[in-house]
């Protein structure tokens, strides 16, 4: 089955720099990318996604890059902000519905 | 706005008790699932569900089971809990087709003594 890897596990950054996690799947036959944020105490929730047709997706201060041939895909977060401090999962998935995660980078925004 | 209910934030148990997680959503989706979250491992499928009475195993179904009698309703079962099972447990659904996105629920803290 499908195994995905996240890096780095923490990520402390300054407020207005930039962070990027990245994630490693085993399954060439995966076409679904989503990564999800999770703030402390609450749900997971789908901030971008991205399908194997297109190599990069932006929205407004994040960005996701996917290379189908090296089997990885990374979130960019740019002119980091407080509220982004949160956990960060990227998953990946080949039969649509059933996604695996990685383990998670806890992100701490330092003002 | 999609709403996943969870029947308990926290729940404490005694090992070997049966125990009943529910979920509910409110948004006529086709597929539920049953997920573990545990520190460095991300969320773990245990189960999944696709449609009424029908379930398929994730990736660590051992110690659990499901049902799904009704279209809104999945429930997660420990036959007997142990202690390996002390976790956040989160369900989630989504609409299938070709829309992949999980709307998940807030999560049960359980802890088994």
């Known amino acids: 089955g499908e195994n995905v890897e996240q890096h780095p596990s923490t990520l402390s950054v300054q407020e207005g720099d930039s962070a990027v996690i990245k994630c490693t799947y085993s399954?060439?036959?995966?076409?679904?990318f989503p990564w999800y944020k999770q703030e402390l105490g609450k749900r997971p929730q789908l901030i971008i996604d991205i399908r194997s047709n297109v190599g990069e997706k932006k929205d407004q201060r994040i960005a996701v890059t996917l290379n189908k041939t090296a089997k990885h895909f990374s979130l960019h977060i740019t002119e980091t902000q407080p509220e982004d401090s949160a956990v960060y999962f990227c998953?990946?998935?080949?039969?649509?519905?059933?996604?695996?995660f990685g383990g998670g980078t806890r992100v701490l925004v330092k003002p | 706005d999609v709403k996943v209910t969870q029947s308990s934030r926290y729940l404490v148990k005694r090992t070997g008790e049966k125990v009943f997680l529910e979920c509910v959503q409110d948004?006529?989706?086709?597929?539920m699932f049953w997920y573990r979250q545990d520190p460095g491992l991300g969320l773990r499928l245990i189960y999944f569900s696709y449609d009424v009475k029908m379930k398929e195993k994730g990736d660590i179904p051992e110690g659990y089971s499901v049902s799904r009698e009704k279209k809104e309703r999945f429930s997660l079962i420990l036959e007997s809990a142990s202690t390996n099972q002390t976790s956040m447990y989160l369900c989630a659904s989504s609409s299938g087709g070709n829309t992949y996105e999980q709307y998940f629920g807030p999560g049960t803290r359980l802890t088994v003594t």
């Open positions: 948004m006529d989706h086709e597929n």
């Open positions: 399954d060439s036959a995966s076409n679904y």
């Open positions: 998953a990946a998935t080949a039969a649509g519905n059933k996604l695996t």
